[in-house]
C-alpha cells in the first residue's frame, strides 16, 4: 500500500525560504512521476510542481516559477519542494501525490494524498 507523509511546514515571513519533504513507502518510487499541490483557506486544491520519475524534467505553474524547485532522491524514497521568496499568497497546506492518471495537473490524476504540512507566510 502506497503511503505518502509530507514534513517540513511551517510559520515564516515574507521572502524566507522552506523546503518541504514527502517521503513515500510502499511504492516502487523511482518508476513514477510526483507532484505537489497545495490548498489554500477556502479554495480548491491547485497544481504547484511536478516532476518525472527520472528527475530529469519538471513543470511548475505560473505563481511559482522562478521561485519553487521540485527534486528527488530515487535512493531515499524521497520527493522535495524548495520553496523560496515566499509570498503570502504562498499560505496553504501542501501535498505530495503519486502520479496515475494521464494528467501532469490534475489533482484527479494523482493519488493517494496524505495529511499534507502546513505551509503559513506571514506579510
Known amino acids: 500500500q502506497v503511503q505518502v507523509a509530507e514534513s517540513g511546514g511551517g510559520l515564516v515571513q515574507a521572502g524566507d525560504s522552506l523546503t518541504l519533504t514527502c517521503a513515500v513507502s510502499?511504492?516502487?518510487?523511482?518508476?513514477?512521476?510526483m507532484g505537489w499541490f497545495r490548498r489554500a483557506p477556502g479554495k480548491e486544491r491547485e497544481f504547484v510542481a511536478y516532476i518525472t520519475y527520472t528527475g530529469d524534467s519538471a513543470d511548475y505553474a505560473d505563481s511559482v516559477k522562478g521561485r519553487f524547485t521540485i527534486s528527488r532522491d530515487n535512493a531515499k524514497n524521497t520527493l522535495y519542494l524548495q520553496m523560496n521568496s515566499l509570498k503570502f499568497e504562498d499560505t496553504a497546506v501542501y501535498y505530495c501525490?503519486?502520479?496515475?492518471?494521464?494528467?501532469?495537473?490534475?489533482?484527479?490524476?494523482?493519488?493517494?494524498w496524505g495529511q499534507g504540512t502546513q505551509v503559513t507566510v506571514s506579510s
Open positions: 501525490a503519486v502520479r496515475r492518471g494521464s494528467s501532469r495537473y490534475r489533482d484527479e490524476d494523482f493519488g493517494p
Open positions: 510502499g511504492w516502487s518510487f523511482n518508476s513514477y512521476d
